[in-house]
């Protein structure tokens, strides 16, 4: 078999994932099946089993959850929310705690939630594991790697098994070349115009999570990402002013992946006036901020909601990335302390 006929090559979408852990977990229910040692693993990552959890009773979409798992003899409900590529949204989890725990069929029962993710973890997902941590006693999140380890134990006994264990194995092990910025290799392929992970990686070089506050509810530094003309484009908030933000953006153009500091606030035709006036004052504090580095001063985007304040094409930096990365991440942060210091001292 190879990955070519795999029926997992096709079938991508999160529905398709829920159907598999459903099908591994119905086998819960069947003592003598060659796959209720794995049912029973797969049940132990998301809550302690006891003697009397001999049944389980799988739905799917109930209140729109994912996957719901009840254990009737003990009174236990699992809440799955199911990932592949994308996030949580809109508190979904929440919601469906609060729905479960009303519904005259599972009120007496004790909730558990798993967040189960097999696809890259980016800072929403992130944020989700810290929400659900702080908020729910039985919150449990399964990544990709955690689902394949266990997985792996039960090679070869089911040729369906065997196909999902190619196929996950596969999107893991993709993650990690493409999440490298460049590749010499490769037709000399910038991976970090082309795909979300590796801006997201680059954008975490420069600012490390240690720098996000989950509890800040403007937001800075988490790395947010989305497309610009087909291109992926991702960006972290360095400030915030009301209905302002300032932000440095990865993104690519004619010449190549770059990294620009930008300004943005979408003002009204009669607010014009006042808005070449705030982004001039930025400006001045980016030029300042950059001192020397002629290459990345800009200027003249006044008429923009989302106006360049520096523009700096990172060509030779990404494909010296093992010799001059830390350099050129130590003069970025150095840009963005002198930059909001600026500000800062415009404010005062």
């Known amino acids: 078999m190879t990955i070519e006929n795999n029926i997992f090559k096709y079938a991508t979408s999160e529905l398709s994932q829920d159907a598999v852990i459903c099908w591994i977990l119905s086998f819960y229910n069947d003592k003598n099946s060659k796959l209720y040692n794995l049912a029973k693993e797969l049940l132990s990552s998301f809550v302690d089993l006891e003697t009397e959890d001999n049944k389980i009773e799988i739905e799917q979409q109930f209140y729109k959850t994912d996957i719901l798992i009840h254990f009737p003899n ?34 007496d029962c004790k909730i558990y939630i798993v967040y189960f993710k097999t696809g890259f973890y ?21 990544h990709g790697e955690d689902f394949l380890a266990i997985l792996q134990k039960y090679k070869n006994i089911d040729a369906t098994l065997d196909m999902y264990i190619e196929y996950l194995d596969n999107l893991i092990e993709w993650y990690k070349p493409n999440g490298k910025f460049y590749n010499k290799n490769d037709n000399n392929e910038w991976y970090v115009s082309k795909e979300y992970i590796a801006q997201y990686n680059l954008m975490r070089e420069i600012f490390p999570e240690k720098m996000w506050n989950k509890d800040d509810i403007d937001e800075l530094y988490k790395v947010k990402s989305g497309s610009s003309h087909g291109r992926p484009r ?50 001045e504090c980016a030029k300042k901020a950059c001192g020397e580095n002629e290459y990345c001063k800009v200027g003249k985007q006044e008429n923009y909601f989302e106006a360049t304040l520096l523009h700096i094409h990172i060509n030779d930096e990404l494909v010296n990335w093992d010799r001059d990365g830390s350099k050129f991440i130590k003069e970025i942060r150095s840009i963005t302390n002198k930059f909001l210091a600026s500000v800062k001292y415009l404010k005062e």
Do not use: M
């Open 234 to 283: 991702t960006w972290a908030h360095i400030l915030t002013k009301g209905d302002h933000a300032v932000f440095w953006r990865i993104d690519t153009d004619s010449k190549g992946p770059y990294l620009s500091l930008r300004y943005y606030n979408k003002y009204k035709d009669s607010e014009h006036s006042k808005h070449v006036a705030e982004y001039h004052k930025y400006f």
């Open 122 to 142: 980016y800072d929403n997902d992130k944020l989700v594991e810290y929400k659900c941590e702080n908020k729910f006693d039985n919150f449990k999140s399964i």
């Open 74 to 107: 003990t009174k236990k409900v699992v809440i799955i929310e199911d990932k592949t590529y994308t996030s949580e949204h809109d508190e979904q989890i929440s919601k469906y705690e609060e729905l479960i725990s009303k519904d005259k069929n599972y009120k």
